[in-house]
């Protein structure tokens, strides 16, 4: 059996080629970096540390890699994979679906064998957005048949992996935990499971609970952390103040998940918990930068902040913590971060309360947008 994974990035070799490689195919990941994609195709193996007190660590093997710049070639590996996923970036999904879309116009030529593309990004609806970029990309005459042999499952996927520093550059450590859950009500009947993917019939809670508690926690440790003069989150996160507001900004998101999806509200708690411990593990170190990346995808209106937020005003519950990791999403200042660039640029020229009710569609009357506001100006 062969997987295409496009991204032999952290996710893409920490955990969905490990988790393939385990489960008997072999993987050919896509990417567009030279260094990674070389010493995959030369080695064909590359080791997994986990972040425990052992440093555990397991081999990946029958692994190769193909020059994602290379359409063509790309198009041949999806026409002739039995699955294809990718874990790219949710912005990057319009780059590689060229390659997708050709890959589909000759399994349809070759017969059309049922193909699942499980994009594995922080998003909700990955799959569904990286069909959309897909589907506009093929011919009209091909949508009816591809429409009836290539399925786009939606997922969720959860492991902390962070930027790497090792000589080698196929070395990855990860923390122990992960879970990767599937939308099977999307996907071909009869279809192979992949051992260690949690197949669902209806995806909502799962991606809203994880993107609600672990992105947003994390990311809100991210922004005040830097505010504060933090580099890493396990800095971040024994602070005091920092760790009260991360708990406060998961109680209100807690809350909303509760009323939407009817959780049981100690076992949620206890989530929470788990989550939370997960941010302090002692044996990772996780850039602040890492995690606060693109502040402007995390800033828009369907991300892990504004989402959350406004679904608690629809509850009566007022988000205080919440917006105060979008005050501090506000100041994040990193030159090498091109969106916080941005940021930093419309707000330098436009004024604060112009350039966030922009980038979050929260309009200047909403109380979220008054309280976010009052919130960047008492943060000193
Ligand atoms: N790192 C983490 O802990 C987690 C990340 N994610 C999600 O996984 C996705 C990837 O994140 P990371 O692995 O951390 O990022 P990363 O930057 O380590 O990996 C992304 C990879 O995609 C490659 N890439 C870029 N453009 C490409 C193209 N056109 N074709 C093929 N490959 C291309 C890059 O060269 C890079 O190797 C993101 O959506 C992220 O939100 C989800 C859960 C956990
Ligand atoms: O990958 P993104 O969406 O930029 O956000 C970083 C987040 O993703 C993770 O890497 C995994 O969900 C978290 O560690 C972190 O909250």
Known sequence: MKAVHFGAGNIGRGFIGLLLSRAGYQVIFSDVNDVLVNELQNRGEYTVELANEAKDQEVVHNVTAIDGKNVETVAQAVAEADLVTTAVGVNILKHIAPGIAKGIE???????????????????????????????????????????????????????????HHDDPLYVQVEPFYEWVVDRSQMAPNFQEVEGVHYVDNLEPYIERKLFTVNTGHCVAAYLGYKAGFATIQEAIVDEEIAACVRGALEETGAVLVKRFGFDESEHAKYIDKILSRFVNPNLTDEVTRVGRSPLRKLSPNDRLVRPALQAYEYGIEPDHLALGMAAACKFDIQEDPEAVELQKAIAEEGLSTAFARYTSIPAEHPLHKLVLEQYEALV
Not at 107 to 136: D, F, T
Not at 149 to 164: E, H, K, L, T
């Open 106 to 164: 000759l399994r349809l030529k070759n017969g059309a064998n049922p193909l699942h593309v499980i994009a594995c990004e922080n998003a909700i609806g990955g799959s569904a957005q990286l069909k959309e970029h897909v589907m506009n990309l093929l011919d009209d005459s091909l949508h009816d048949a591809a429409a009836a042999s290539v399925y786009f499952p939606n997922a969720a996927v959860d492991r902390i992996v962070p930027i790497q």
